[in-house]
């Protein structure tokens, strides 16, 4: 995000879930969904981006309660409003039930329809997550795709800092040195500095 907003790109952001429904008590919910969406909007500042954030309150890691239907329409409301070409979205194999819930919800507001704006959908992996999903539990995440970020690494380290409701310390797999080892990882298999690795689900040229 950080390398496409500095390239001029217009990106938006998508919060599925509210993040925290799952792991407090109602009496403090609010006050955290306050301060967890002060925290994202202050990471997406360093990233650059300069569209607001769209936060829908759907049950955190419940979104299987939920009827797939109306998180495809939620979705695909934003997409005709904004009209993206690329679409990015958590990987199908994630450990995480919210994750493959959205995955489905995404690929089924993108279906190629005539007209359609999307033109390209790419899969990343979430740390903690998509690595914790264990074999023939479900598909693995095989990137294809790397976008050099080594020239900004250093913004993607201050707004993981700056979201640091999410982090854990090291070496959980979500600390920021951890997030860094595996961007170190997935550029030096390519050949750079530091890379983010995706997964092409489908690309109309």
């Not at 403090?28 to 500042?45: F, G, H, N, Y």
């Not at 990233?47 to 936060?55: A, H, I, S």
């Not at 990343?124 to 997550?129: L, P």
């Amino acid at each position: 995000m950080a390398r496409w907003a500095s390239e001029g790109v217009n990106v938006h952001t998508l919060f599925i879930a509210d993040g925290v429904g799952s792991r407090h008590g109602k009496s403090i919910e609010v006050t955290e969904l306050k301060s967890r969406r002060r925290a994202a909007k202050m990471a997406l500042d360093i990233l650059g981006l300069t569209n607001k954030p769209t936060f829908f309150d759907f049950p955190d890691n419940k979104l299987d309660t939920i009827p797939l239907l109306k998180i495809v329409q939620s979705i695909e409301f934003m997409i005709q409003y904004i009209r993206p070409d690329t679409v990015l979205t958590h990987h199908a194999g994630d450990l995480n039930i919210d994750h493959r819930r959205v995955h489905q919800a995404v690929l089924t507001a993108c279906r190629p329809q005539p007209g359609h704006p999307v033109r390209q959908l790419l899969f990343f992996e979430v740390a903690s997550s998509t690595e914790w999903q264990t074999p023939g539990s479900g598909p693995t995440f095989m990137p294809n795709v790397f976008i050099d970020i080594s020239d900004t690494m250093d913004r993607k380290r201050a707004a993981l800092s700056a979201y640091e409701y999410e982090l854990r310390p090291w070496p959980h797999a979500r600390s920021i040195d951890a997030v860094e080892h595996l961007a170190r990882w997935r550029g030096a298999s390519v050949g750079v500095a530091a890379a983010e690795a995706f997964m092409l689900g489908r690309l109309i040229q």
